[in-house]
């Protein structure tokens, strides 16, 4: 689909606004705009705009989504400072909003915005609505952790769940705390090679880094199946991992022979990914066997790998 020039101009005029001038130029130019003979001393919002209009059409996607990723964080803290004040959202906020909607609008995918993160489980987690109007929801049996996330926000770093689990004041290490709710030891060997690979060590590098959550609830049906008698509702709700990327979700399932222990489950299983493909997720099975080999850890990096191409931790 086609980009709207005109709304990247003026989101990016907004986002960038607050900053001196002289950082606005820095900015600009780091990102790769085009030129102009405008002195952003005069407007700060001018000489956005028309360094906007100055670039290249093919550019503006990659443009967009550095944009996305630099004032991410931002975004999450003024959210919550606006939810909790009670107040409207700020101009600056509408225009990151905005600017996140023309992402998924140009690129003709359907991606799912998270509103709440459901993960970590250990034992199935007894979910209420805190706040039903608001899709609040909260874990009462303290099986998984929950994460509320900026309602239009695609994206989820170390750096903000690290963040999150610093106010959440549990005195287990986060890493250690996703490490235990691992469905399976060949699970754990996908979380632990993400970990020590690709997670840098330096803490301002790791931030900027996707998080892969274990055991994620995409659905969830909080009636037993005894108590439904044996018919599932939901046949699959809890994933394997996930990870938010800036290109989009992204599901990592660690099969056994449970998964194909008959064509009706196997078939089950296709709809499902069916149904979470047309949504938006991309889907990636990896078989318990292939973990067994002694060239696993091959497979995995180019795995992930390939992911974090796609993904801008700028």
Same mark, same amino acid.
């Given at each position: 689909?086609?980009?709207?020039?005109?709304? /990247?101009?003026?989101? =990016?005029?907004?986002?960038?606004?607050?900053?001196? =001038?002289?950082?606005?130029? =820095?900015?600009?130019?780091?990102?790769?705009?085009?030129? !102009?003979?405008?002195?952003? *001393?005069?407007?700060?919002?001018?000489?956005? #705009?028309?360094? @906007?209009?100055?670039?290249?059409?093919?550019?503006?996607?990659?443009?967009?989504?550095?944009?996305?990723?630099?004032?991410?964080? &931002?975004?999450?803290?003024?959210? /919550?400072?606006?939810?909790?004040?009670?107040?409207?959202?700020?101009? %600056?906020?509408?225009?990151?909003?905005?600017?996140?909607?023309? /992402?998924?609008?140009?690129?003709?995918?359907?991606?799912?915005?998270?509103?709440?993160?459901?993960?970590?489980?250990?034992?199935?987690?007894?979910?209420?609505?805190?706040?039903?109007?608001?899709?609040?929801?909260?874990?009462?049996?303290?099986?998984?952790?929950?994460? !509320? !996330?900026?309602?239009?926000?695609?994206?989820?770093?170390?750096?903000? *769940? =690290?963040? %999150? %689990? +610093?106010?959440?004041?549990?005195?287990?290490?986060?890493?250690?705390?996703?490490? $235990?709710?691992?469905?399976?030891?060949?699970?754990? +060997?996908?979380? +632990?090679?993400?970990?020590? #690979?690709? /997670?840098?060590?330096?803490?301002?590098?790791?931030?900027?880094?996707?998080?892969?959550?274990?055991?994620? %609830? *995409?659905?969830?049906?909080?009636?037993?199946?005894?108590?439904? #008698?044996?018919? #599932?509702?939901?046949?699959?709700?809890?994933?394997?991992?996930?990870?938010?990327?800036?290109?989009?979700?992204?599901?990592?399932? @660690?099969?056994?022979?449970?998964?194909?222990?008959?064509?009706?489950?196997?078939?089950? &299983?296709?709809?499902?990914?069916?149904?979470? !493909?047309?949504?938006?997720?991309?889907?990636? $099975?990896?078989?318990?066997?292939?973990?067994?080999?002694?060239?696993?850890?091959?497979?995995?990096?180019?795995?992930?790998?390939?992911? *974090?191409?796609?993904?801008?931790?700028?």
């Amino acid at each position: 689909m086609d980009i709207s020039v005109t709304l /990247v101009a003026q989101s =990016a005029s907004s986002l960038l606004h607050p900053r001196p =001038a002289v950082e606005i130029v =820095a900015i600009c130019n780091d990102l790769g705009l085009g030129t !102009t003979d405008l002195n952003p *001393l005069d407007s700060k919002r001018s000489y956005v #705009k028309a360094r @906007v209009w100055a670039t290249p059409k093919d550019r503006l996607t990659d443009i967009m989504e550095r944009l996305l990723s630099e004032f991410r964080s &931002m975004y999450r803290e003024a959210n /919550v400072a606006d939810q909790q004040n009670g107040a409207a959202r700020s101009d %600056w906020t509408a225009a990151f909003e905005a600017l996140e909607a023309e /992402v998924n609008r140009s690129s003709g995918v359907l991606r799912p915005v998270p509103r709440n993160l459901v993960f970590a489980t250990i034992g199935k987690p007894d979910l209420v609505f805190v706040d039903v109007t608001q899709g609040i929801v909260g874990d009462v049996s303290r099986n998984a952790l929950v994460f !509320t !996330t900026a309602p239009s926000s695609s994206v989820l770093t170390y750096g903000e *769940l =690290a963040a %999150w %689990w +610093k106010e959440v004041g549990d005195s287990e290490k986060l890493s250690d705390r996703l490490y $235990r709710s691992r469905g399976s030891e060949a699970e754990g +060997k996908v979380f +632990k090679f993400y970990a020590e #690979k690709f /997670v840098p060590h330096n803490p301002v590098e790791r931030g900027r880094y996707p998080a892969l959550l274990p055991q994620v %609830w *995409l659905h969830f049906d909080p009636v037993t199946l005894q108590g439904r #008698k044996g018919k #599932k509702v939901l046949p699959r709700q809890r994933m394997d991992y996930m990870m938010l990327l800036s290109s989009g979700p992204v599901i990592i399932e @660690v099969d056994g022979p449970q998964h194909i222990n008959s064509m009706d489950t196997y078939a089950e &299983m296709m709809a499902a990914d069916r149904g979470l !493909t047309l949504l938006g997720y991309r889907i990636f $099975r990896i078989a318990v066997s292939e973990l067994d080999r002694q060239d696993y850890q091959d497979m995995l990096e180019r795995l992930f790998r390939s992911l *974090l191409s796609q993904h801008s931790t700028r």
